[in-house]
C-alpha cells in the first residue's frame, strides 16, 4: 500500500474518531446536581468583568486580554454588550441577543455567529454550541465553537471554549468572569 493511500486512511480514521470522541462528550445533564446552581437571569443582569486568554492548537497562549459586559432582561430575551480589550491593543465587540425558550434552552444571536447559538443550562453549567467565521490575518475561517462554563462560589464563572475545524480543535479560550461589584 503507497504511502499516500496509508496517510488518507489515517487522516480519515483520526477524523472519524475525533467526531465519534465529541458526540461522547460531556454532556451538560450531567451537571444537573452541581452547585451553585446556575441561572442565567441571574448571572448575566447587570456588569460583568473578566480576563482571559487564547491559545493555538499546541496549546500555546497567542493572545490575552481583559473583557467587561453589561446585560438587560425584558420579556424573556437578554441583550448582552461585550467588549474583549487583548493586550496587543485590538478591541472586539459583540452585542448578543439571548432569547429563553424553556428552564434548559436558550438560543443566542449575534452579527458574527452563523444562525443560533444553542445555549444548555444544568446545575453550575452552561453549554453554548455555535458556528462563526473568524478572521485570522488575512483570511476568515469558518470554526465551530464548544463553549463550556461552570459557576462557582463567589460568583466567579470559568469559561472553556475550543475552537474546531473539520472536527479537529484549532484553539482554545479560557475566561474567568465575575460580576462587578456596586461599590467598585
Known amino acids: 500500500m503507497s504511502n499516500l493511500i496509508k496517510l488518507i486512511i489515517t487522516i480519515g480514521t483520526v477524523m472519524m474518531l475525533n467526531v465519534f470522541l465529541s458526540g461522547c462528550s460531556n454532556k451538560v445533564s450531567l451537571y444537573k446536581d452541581f452547585q451553585p446552581r446556575l441561572s442565567l437571569e441571574t448571572f ?17 497562549v497567542t493572545q490575552q486580554f481583559d473583557f467587561s ?24 465587540h459583540r452585542i448578543w441577543t439571548i432569547k429563553k425558550i424553556n428552564d434548559h ?12 447559538a444553542k445555549i444548555f443550562i444544568e446545575g453550575n453549567a452552561m453549554n453554548w454550541k455555535y458556528k462563526m467565521d473568524v478572521k485570522v490575518n488575512h483570511s476568515i475561517y469558518r470554526l465551530s465553537f464548544d463553549d463550556w462554563m461552570y459557576l462557582m462560589n463567589n460568583n466567579v464563572l470559568i469559561n472553556q471554549n475550543s475552537f474546531k475545524k473539520f472536527g479537529i480543535t484549532v484553539g482554545s479560550l479560557t475566561l474567568v468572569m465575575n460580576k462587578k461589584s456596586v461599590d467598585a
Open 44 to 60: 448575566l443582569n447587570g456588569d460583568i468583568v473578566g480576563s482571559g486568554f487564547i491559545e493555538d492548537w499546541r496549546g500555546r
Open 69 to 92: 459586559g453589561n446585560a438587560t432582561w425584558g420579556d424573556g430575551i437578554c441583550t448582552f454588550k461585550e467588549e474583549m480589550h487583548y493586550y496587543n491593543g485590538k478591541i472586539d
Open 105 to 116: 434552552y436558550y438560543e443566542g444571536r449575534t452579527s458574527d455567529v452563523i444562525g443560533v
